[in-house]
């Protein structure tokens, strides 16, 4: 294992159709590091969209998976094994229904909840036990069905907030690879 090395995994679905819906969360996080650190994530492989970038003196490969939400864990699986990098090295940011749109949550480890692209990670690294940053995208709206609802794109009186918990998101991977996760959970979560 290669414990200087970490992986940093945004989940959403490919193209251009689903760019901006709530389900895109982690891409859109992705993004904005990407802009903050002057790096692009157009190379492709582990079934995905990936870049190797030296970070606070660490080796950071960020990586999209592109295989669709429900097959997330094909991606991060093939890049964990090819970069031997440990679980606890291992950062996935996505979305969250069930926290209030603007808030992050960051968890050492956890179930997937409802997230079809956490079950899928879950299931094929056969374990739970890897850092994740939720990003709120809640409440949902009573008349809506949640997989209508997360596939919508941000309607515009809610992208603002919607941007403050990516940026926060972008926020506490800095601080992850910086510092720690637990000091990341101290600054950041529930705000």
Known sequence: MNKDQFLIVGLGNPGPKYSRTWHNCGFMALEILSQRHHFNLRKIKFKGLYNQVNLFGKK?????????????????????????????????????????????RIRQWGSAGSHNGMRSIIKHLNSDRFPRIRVGIGPQPGNIDIVDYVMQNVPKDKQELLFEGLTKAADAVEIFLKETLDIAMNRLNGI
């Open 60 to 104: 950071v490969i960020f990586l999209m998976p592109q295989t669709f939400m429900n097959l997330s864990g094909e991606s991060v699986r093939a890049a964990l094994d090819y970069f031997k990098i440990p679980l606890e090295n291992c950062l996935v940011i996505y979305d969250d229904i069930d926290i209030e749109t603007g808030k992050i």
